[in-house]
């Protein structure tokens, strides 16, 4: 099961909205074929696989896959049925399928076929491979998360607002793997006119590739300046999509698009960019996830209107130790330990002495707002 999901791993962000999944066959404890899910309307793992094979697998071969196979035609053809007219007998399944309307239902077609399968090898690192598909399968709309990087005592940057680097070379480069994974990034207006960031993902041995690039800014601040932000002229810039209001300005939304940026505009009765809106417009698009990197305001805007699913925190081992440096999230004001939002189903990872602790975000019923934390975006 661990092979099969390096080779689900190895289709990286490659699947949505599909998930990844590897599949092996073995004969005789012997690994004869492998097979991993193609692009979104290609063969799914356990049909390349079976096709690796070139023949029918001998009597007593399994199969190991790392999500429950699946047990309806859809475009390429239930995987259940490959599975019986091989002749495969045995099955090893890390995790169920998500989806409420087919969970265990593939189990059942298997077992009622005369196939043997054992299923839970491996499960949670099954399932947490497939945090993105598992959202949008269940809530039919895209996982929204985000990362921030700060000292041990909460900040984000010195006072004089100096931040590079707080965190590692190491934590740098996993906060790559995690962009290559997510079809979409998002930024607020200050990070762009700050940062200038280049929003790709950039790993060691890999081709740069770029997602769909977000920048949200309610009053299209970002265009005022000739000079425009490198996401606006450089050659992912078809990738760019600002999402705005109209607050923003007819003028600077033709300026966008006569350049080639797409633009989101939704009505919203301030500055700020309604996420609700925004989650409903991704999922028409088929963007299965966001990852939001900042800043501070962006995700904590989002955090105070409960849109915030999913938060990778990266600590580095540095105290600062200053009330005047820049804290990583503001605009709660909880009385209690019990009105604190929470993270569940945590998982923890380190990088050279640097430690990342994602989870899904748990809000308190009474989420208690600072109104006064929140100006312009």
């Not at 299923?119 to 993105?132: Q, S």
């Not at 607002?161 to 070379?169: D, H, L, Q």
């Not at 929470?342 to 990088?351: M, P």
Request: glycine share 10%; hydrophobic share 40%; aromatic share 6%.
């Amino acid at each position: 099961m661990r092979r099969a999901l390096d080779l689900a791993r190895s289709v990286w962000g490659t699947t949505h909205p599909n998930p990844m999944v590897g599949a092996l066959i073995v004969e005789d404890g012997v690994v004869v074929a492998e097979g991993a899910t193609a692009p979104d309307g290609g063969p799914h793992a356990e049909r390349l696989a079976l096709l690796a094979r070139g023949k029918v697998p001998r009597p007593g071969a399994t199969c190991y896959v790392t999500l429950e196979p699946c047990s309806t035609p859809g475009r390429t053809g239930a995987c259940t049925d490959a599975i019986i007219a091989a002749g495969i007998k045995h099955v090893v399944v890390g995790a169920t399928d998500p989806n409420p309307a087919h969970a265990g239902r593939g189990f059942e077609v298997l077992r009622a076929a005369g196939v043997e399968v054992i299923t839970g090898v491996l499960e949670r690192e099954c399932t947490d491979l497939n945090l993105i598909f598992n959202h949008w399968i269940t809530r039919g709309g895209p996982l929204i998360a985000a990362k921030v990087a700060s000292t041990l005592d909460g900040k984000i940057a010195c006072r004089t607002g100096e931040s590079r680097w707080i965190t590692n070379e190491a934590a740098r480069a996993d906060v790559h793997r995690w962009r290559r994974l997510f079809p979409g990034i998002g930024v607020g207006a200050l990070t762009v006119l700050k940062d200038n960031p280049r929003l790709t993902s950039r790993c060691a041995g890999e081709a740069e590739w770029s997602p769909w690039r977000f920048v949200f800014d309610g009053l299209l601040r970002t265009v005022v300046d000739k000079n425009l932000p490198a996401i606006f002229t450089d050659e992912f810039r078809e990738r760019t999509i600002v999402v705005t209001t109209p607050h923003g300005g007819l003028g600077y939304v033709r300026k966008l698009r006569e350049i080639g940026i797409k633009v989101w505009i939704f009505e919203s009765a301030t500055q700020r960019v309604p996420f609700v809106d925004f989650r409903k417009k991704c999922a028409e698009e088929r963007v299965a996830g966001v990852f939001v990197e900042g800043g501070a305001q962006l995700i904590s805007e989002l955090i105070r209107a409960r849109q915030l699913d999913y938060l990778f925190a990266y600590h580095a081992p540095v105290l600062l130790a200053d009330d005047k440096a820049k804290s990583i999230l503001n605009g709660l004001r909880p009385e209690r330990l019990e009105h604190a939002v929470r993270l569940s189903d945590v998982r923890h990872e380190l990088f050279d002495g640097d430690v990342l602790m994602r989870g899904t975000v748990r809000y308190p019923e009474k989420l208690l707002i600072d109104e006064s934390a929140f100006g312009a975006r």
